[in-house]
């Protein structure tokens, strides 16, 4: 902010200076007329200019920093592959999920692409990767709407729901599968198919979050649903 600052304040200060000097013809022919104040409004100039080059050096120093910063952050949080939230991110989510507050409404959808492993030995593992970044921008233009989405594993999705009730899921699995199936219709060479497992922690009575998040997936890996 201080570098900011400091650019506009040289920058109107030269500017002001020319000004005066373009539109006052009087002054400039005294300016011109005088050696000594010829080199001290030189002087000034040049002095100007170079504070003000490097603040905007400074500022676009640290302009790439911040970018640096952001692609970090992008990198630790952030799936390589899809861009959703990654293990990490899932992992703090859930830490702050664990609170007898958050956790005694709480819901959590889990899903796989149950056709994956199919593809990625069908065809190559390219294909499946481009199924995984579709499937997920689908989630996640959902999801989004409902609650946190990541992708917990590499063929392990979730939807946690804060403040979740039945409706809620329905809502969110038939808005979901509505654009599954338009995806699908419109790429049948390779549709995606999907299994899943919903819980919420009013059946489930569990006193912490990795408590709660332990049961969906047992509950996934016992009697997961086809979803489409």
Not at 41 to 54: G, Y
Not at 109 to 117: G, P, V
Not at 196 to 204: E, G, I, K, T, V
């Amino acid at each position: 902010m201080y570098k900011l600052v400091l650019l506009i304040i040289t920058s109107a200060i030269a500017c002001t200076s020319f000004l005066i000097l373009y539109l006052n013809h009087d002054f400039r022919e005294f300016v011109y007329s005088e050696k000594k104040l010829l080199i001290l409004c030189a002087l000034l100039w040049i002095t100007l200019l170079t504070e003000f080059t490097h603040t905007l050096l400074d500022l676009l120093s640290l302009k790439r920093l911040a970018q640096t910063d952001h692609d970090l952050n992008r990198l630790a949080y952030l799936d390589h592959l899809t861009g959703i939230p990654n293990r990490y991110s899932c992992d703090l989510i859930f830490s702050q999920f664990n609170t007898p507050d958050k956790i005694s409404d709480i819901g959590c959808i889990l899903m796989a692409i149950s056709n994956l492993r199919e593809i990625n030995e069908t065809q190559t593992h390219e294909i499946g990767d481009h199924i995984i970044s579709d499937f997920c921008t689908i989630l996640e233009s959902v999801g989004n709407e409902y609650g946190f989405v990541g992708r917990n594993s590499g063929n392990e999705f979730l939807l946690v729901i804060d403040h979740c009730t039945n409706a809620k899921t329905i809502s969110f699995l038939d808005s979901f599968t509505l654009r599954l199936q338009n995806y699908n219709i419109l790429n049948p060479e390779f549709p995606i198919h999907i299994r899943y497992a919903c819980l919420l922690n009013q059946d489930a009575h569990a006193a912490h979050f990795f408590e709660f998040i332990t049961q969906t997936y047992a509950l996934f890996h016992e009697k997961s649903l086809d979803l489409i």
